[in-house]
């Protein structure tokens, strides 16, 4: 027989045990006694971290629960809890990641509205091309310029298996942007790299096989970096899998380091646009402002009026450059130069 519902009272109300009534404070520690440490190795859903920057303490966090899904790459600088002591088995948390002031991005390709960060708060991209074998490709270059001039970072053109082929032609293209180029092949000596890379952080990035990791093995010898020899087909194998950031040699007062990325065969920048490039450079960003609204800097037939074709002198040779460097990313470039987009690559 039913009820009326007139006839309930409290004491008909049931309450499950072991549940409190208490609201859930939104209250959070505040972590007063976390400490600085620098992300230098992610491992499913691990990050290996060094404490104040010292390559000798090392601990394994992992991500707060109040961080969500705030993502934290190689490079990050956070903040740390729990044991730090870095004994085996030991966890620490993540509950803090600062600001970056530098961000290495990219894409899948050019559509793809998906963002991958490579590395964070680095000073420097090296961007490793080999001379030959496999032969070394402008667009990736370009693209790669592009990228680091985007997010703030110093590139620098690093050359190996310069005994295969002159670097004379291939560097021609890149003579206006007052880019720096070395040579790393493996006859030559390291002491203009090694200097370059001093107390600084340094991302390293190129396409598989162009001796990245050899390279990485000579900067830092006990790196063990993994190595392979170059496919037949002219692409190489990916040996190193996971980016990691290693202690290059030299006193704790100027500490450097390298973060090696894994080898990629596609470079996307779906979220660059020209201005992005164009206020890299002081002068040509005076000197757009000049150029009617929507101008792509493009030049010729699509821009017929912009500033960029005003210029005169070293500005002219660098804003041609420049607009090489517009074209990679707008595709406009040759397409045996831009490399597809390789779904294999994380």
């Not at 620098?38 to 109040?66: I, K």
């Not at 203009?192 to 600084?200: E, F, K, P």
């Not at 009617?292 to 002219?316: F, K």
Request: with cysteine; charged share 25%; aromatic share 4%.
């Amino acid at each position: 027989m039913s009820r009326r519902a007139s006839s309930y009272d409290e004491t008909d109300v049931r309450i499950r045990p072991g549940k409190g009534s208490r609201p859930r404070t939104k209250q959070r520690p505040t972590h007063d006694n976390a400490l600085e440490a620098m992300v230098v190795s992610v491992d499913r859903g691990r990050w290996g971290c060094v404490l104040g920057g010292d390559p000798d303490r090392r601990v394994v966090a992992m991500r707060a629960r109040e961080l969500g899904r705030t993502p934290v790459v190689v490079g990050d600088q956070v903040a740390v809890v729990g044991d730090l002591s870095g004994r085996p088995d030991t966890l620490a948390r993540i509950v803090k990641v600062a600001d970056r002031t530098t961000v290495l991005r990219r894409t899948a390709d050019d559509t793809d509205p998906y963002e991958r960060i490579v590395v964070a708060n680095a000073d420097q991209l090296l961007i490793v091309t080999a001379l030959a074998d496999p032969p070394p490709r402008t667009g990736f270059v370009e693209r790669a310029l592009a990228a680091a001039y985007v997010g703030g970072l110093t590139p620098i053109l690093c050359l190996t298996k310069s005994d295969l082929a002159d670097p004379a032609e291939f560097t021609r293209a890149f003579a206006d942007l007052d880019l720096p180029i070395v040579l790393a092949g493996r006859g030559d000596p390291l002491d203009s790299v090694s200097s370059m890379l001093a107390g600084r952080v340094t991302a390293l990035i190129g396409h598989s096989g162009v001796g990245k990791s050899t390279l990485v093995n000579r900067l830092v010898p006990d790196a063990d970096r993994a190595t392979a020899e170059v496919s037949g087909v002219g692409k190489g194998r990916h040996t190193s899998t996971q980016s990691v950031a290693l202690p290059l040699p030299g006193p704790p007062d100027k500490q450097g380091w390298v973060i090696d990325t894994p080898g990629i065969r596609s470079f996307g920048l779906a979220h660059v646009g020209p201005d992005d490039i164009i206020d890299a450079f002081d002068d040509l960003r005076d000197a757009v402002e000049d150029c009617p609204r929507g101008c792509t800097h493009l030049g010729p037939p699509a821009d017929p009026e912009c500033a960029l074709d005003t210029l005169d002198g070293h500005s002219y040779r660098r804003a041609m450059a420049v607009r090489r460097l517009l074209q990679a990313v707008s595709g406009h470039a040759d397409s045996e130069d831009v490399p597809a987009a390789d779904p294999e690559v994380p």
